[in-house]
């Protein structure tokens, strides 16, 4: 294989790596997603139809590519890194298009056998991306303002098109996402301290650029009884659920809220309330607990592996992992406003379920990798 | 070491990296935080909350009690109506069941467009009613077919009945729709389409009626479509009453003065059992709970005849000579006067400065009291209500029940007027005068009954001295009897009241001869009585007095009759009133005589079986 080229010593066999994979974390992500089994199941009133059924078998899927992606030399990814990103770019702008000519927000691709969302795809894209602007850079070119032009347009041009479609959390996100991979390529701190404060007049813009569905869920979120039967209902039965689950929850398809169909996208982005609701603040608590070993261990790869682009891709895709992890919790217990995002491994929806075990794909493979060390050249430089 | 740029670049990753790590642990703990504060703070609020959302307290309606008369006839029962509803959700197409269904059940169009309309706006597990008031044969049919018919759904209601119609009108009343102000404790009256009691029995006892609301907690979905029964409390039906009236009587007496702007009261003598109680016109109770129209209502509030009025306890009006048995028993009580002594009657007496007539211009000669009462004399009586003195009149009115309420379960009683001397003063502050006993002692002046009050009063009079009250539902099994009080008079002045009220109708000096029964084992006596409305001026009197006929009809007298029946051992008292009849002897006996005959008749039937069965 051409990756041998380099360091043949510390190549590995197949079997090796395979050997070699964290099975912890492996167990951990199908646990994960075992409890969003589970609650899809649940939802449903005790039927594997019309939700768990479907969820397992992408899951399955997503499984077998997260592994093949392990597997890979972290240096092929690490070349395609920008062809990924231009093909995500590309695809964005074909729903773009589509969208348009389709009157009103179009954000899926029909594959076939499930939609996909291109912009979860750049999520990744884009850290791997970044991660490798990055890894090519001097520590002295870091901090090069000349050196910020390059990776402010990779992230600007999936956020336009995001947001035209217009989804401003999905935009929101892939700016952290990305911005957590400049933190730590090294661009100066005060970039972002000022960076942060641009978000003020920022935020007065997008308000006036949000459609008037999305200012009035800030407006709800602000004070959710304002509206109680409209767009504040989302929050109050949400909260009513989580609060009423109590320490130990109603029970396995006991919850009221979630059985009798008070809550709203119960199986998609408020599926943690029937979590909180029928296995209460343990069920919560236990759920989170999984998630905080699963980002320890990216966490601890990243600083473990020896390539900065192993490090910034683990590191991106914790940071991305646990946005999405804080801020579907954090709109299920009504602290921020409603924004669709799901709750990793858990809601029912094929293109996030993908992307994130694409994304911990990486991170095992990084891990997996960790003592290939990679010129800045590039990867087969 | 010496650093190499990578070392340092891996350095500033870490400690960048460890940054984000303690940012992500601030935030985790902002969750955790958040989830105490919601599930294990909040957790009795939210789930107060979440059982609002949840559970659903629906009542359950009670049965309405039934009212049925003595022998256990309905008077106002709880009818089964059939519908036909459709359920949107469960029929594929609701156009498409409702043509299947037209051929068991004609559908107009307007009605199919009214169903369609309320398909739309209803959820759809929510039935509408496609029609009402089936008859039986229909309805089985539709049953039948129900196969075919998707979403159509049998269904029943109750609604109330009264099935005698206008025969009972003032006694039972009826129930309609709760209004506004009758909404209070009992939240059955906040359910849409609950009737109560709005007239007659049925509102004085509507609560004994009404029964008791049970009530269903059940589990909603958010559409609000019941899941599942969490707890249930049945309802406790309403009482049956049992009434005093016996229905074939009653719808007798109804229908004799179906034409008349009258009342009558037939009662048992020695247990004041209303047997029946008629005031006509009368209307249908049926209109009323099936909510009557603007036009029928102005109809029945504008007749002259006032079918809304019970006028067997809500009117007021002279008793006439009905009134002479009261007069006559206080001044042979007082020993004012001896039973044979003659008062002589040229139909005219002078009292003070002014004259008073006998209704017989001719006068009667010398009458004793037998033959006074017989002939109704009215001289005769401003004579000795002069010697006896009003307060003794007075005294006597009340121990026969004149002058009060009695109470019965039916809405509306009033006093009547007994007069006294005190009262006259209180009231309009004027001194009594001897012309006012004269009045009084004819029945006449001041004095008002009503013919409840009159029928208690011939039941005391025959009774054998019990001051009976009037009662109107039955005694249960097993409650004790109310023994009355014994009225003191000296027997035989007593026999000679009676006397006086057989020789009226059985002698041929009185006034009603012509009334007399002719059957063998029939007999009954009375007292007629025919009050004036309109005071006779002198002009008239001088020229010639008209007769009832050539009056418009409200100037004309009432007709009036008391009377009791068998003669001996008397069982059954009756009060007739006829307004603006005319004269009591032939408008007003008739009546009796007919009702009392229909009764014996009646009885006579009943017991001739047992008689062959005891031979």
Known sequence: MATRLQGRRRTKSLLQKLSELNLMIIVVVIMIAAVGFALLYSVAGGAVDPWAKKQVIRFVIGMVGMVVIALVDIRVWMFLAYPMYFISLFMLIIVSVMGQTGMGATRWINLGFMNFQPSELMRISLILALARYYHCLAKEETGQYSRLIMPVLLIAAPVVLVLLQPDLGTSLLIIAGGAAVLFCGGVRGWIFVVGFMATLPAAFGAWKFMKPYQQNRVLTFLNPERDPLGAGYHSIQAKIAVGSGGVYGKGFIQGSQSQLNFLPEKHTDFIFTVLAEEFGLMGGLGLLGLYIILLAYALIASLSVRSQFGRLLSLGIAVTFFLYMFINMAMNLGMVPVVGVPLPLVSYGGSAMLTLLVGIGFVLCAALHRDTSISRGGAFA | ?615
């Open chain 2, 1 to 615: 070491m010496v650093m190499s740029p990578d070392d340092l670049k891996y350095k500033l990753f870490t400690r960048r990296a460890s940054l984000i790590a303690g940012g992500m642990l601030v935030l985790t703990s902002g969750l955790i935080g958040r989830m105490y504060f919601l599930q294990v703070v909040g957790q009795d609020q939210y789930k107060l909350l979440a059982d609002k959302n949840r559970i659903s307290l629906r009542l359950l309606t009670p049965e309405r009690g039934k009212i049925l008369d003595r022998n256990g006839y309905g008077l106002a029962v709880n009818r089964t109506d059939y519908r036909v509803n459709i359920i949107p959700e469960e029929a594929e197409n609701v156009e498409e069941t409702l043509e299947a269904l037209n051929a068991i059940l004609p559908i107009s169009e307007r009605q199919k467009r009214r169903i369609l309309r309320a398909v739309k706006r209803q959820r759809a597990f929510l039935p509408v009613m496609v029609a009402e008031n089936l008859d039986w044969e229909t309805f089985a049919r539709v049953n039948i077919n129900i196969p075919d018919l998707p979403g159509i759904q049998p269904d029943m209601g109750i609604t109330r009945y009264y099935p005698e119609k206008d025969i009972l009108a003032h006694i039972v009343g009826y129930v309609s729709s709760v209004n506004k102000s009758d909404i209070g404790e009992d939240p059955l009256l906040e359910l849409p389409g609950f009737k109560i009691g709005k007239n007659g029995m049925e509102r004085i006892l509507d609560l004994r009626l009404r029964g008791k609301a049970g009530n269903t907690r059940v589990e909603v979905n958010v559409m609000g479509r019941v899941i599942r029964e969490l707890s249930r409390n049945d309802s406790v039906a309403g009482d049956t009453l049992n009434l005093t009236i016996d229905l074939a009587i009653q719808k007798f007496t109804a229908n004799r003065v179906r034409d008349e702007s009258a009342a009558v009261v037939v009662m048992d003598v020695h247990t004041g059992e209303i047997l029946a109680l008629t005031s006509t016109p009368a209307f249908d109770p049926n209109d009323f709970n099936l909510g009557i129209s603007q036009k029928k209502y102005d109809v029945l509030l504008s007749d002259a005849r006032k079918p809304l009025i019970n006028k067997t306890v809500q009117g007021e009006y002279p008793p006439g000579s009905t009134f002479k048995m009261i007069v006559a028993l206080a001044a042979l009580e007082a020993g004012v006067i001896d039973k044979d002594e003659k008062v002589f009657c040229n139909s005219k007496y002078k009292i003070g400065n002014s004259t008073k007539y006998c209704w017989k211009r001719r006068g009667h000669g010398h009458v004793s009291m037998v033959q006074a009462l017989a002939g109704s004399c009215d001289v005769y009586f401003y004579e000795i209500a002069g010697r006896v003195g009003i307060d003794r009149i007075h005294e006597m009115a009340a121990r026969f029940g004149l002058g009060r309420k009695f109470h019965i379960d039916i809405p509306g009683e009033r006093n009547g007027l007994n007069p006294s001397k005190g009262w006259k003063m209180a009231t309009r502050g004027v001194r009594w005068q001897g012309g006012d006993t004269a009045n009084v002692g004819i029945g006449q002046g001041d004095v008002l009954v009503t013919p409840l009050q009159l029928c208690v009063m011939t039941s005391r009079l025959v009774n054998g001295g019990k001051a009976v009250v009037p009662k109107i539902l039955l005694s249960k099994d097993g409650e004790e009897e109310v023994v009355p009080e014994v009225i003191p008079y000296e027997r035989r002045n007593m026999e000679v009241i009676l006397k006086g009220m057989e020789a009226v109708i059985n002698d041929p000096i009185g006034v009603a001869f012509a009334q007399r029964m002719r059957q063998k084992n029939m007999s009954f006596g009375g007292k007629t009585g025919s009050a004036q409305v309109r005071r006779i001026t002198k002009r008239e009197r001088d020229v010639r007095i008209r007769k009832n006929d050539e009056k418009p009809w409200v100037e004309r007298d009432h007709a009036l009759f008391v009377g009791f029946g068998p003669l001996e051992n008397p069982r059954y008292a009756i009060s007739v009133i006829v307004e603006h009849g005319g004269g009591g002897a032939t408008k007003a006996a008739p009546i009796a005589k007919d009702v009392l005959e229909f009764m014996f008749a009646q009885e006579s039937q009943k017991s001739q079986p047992d008689e062959e069965k005891d031979a």
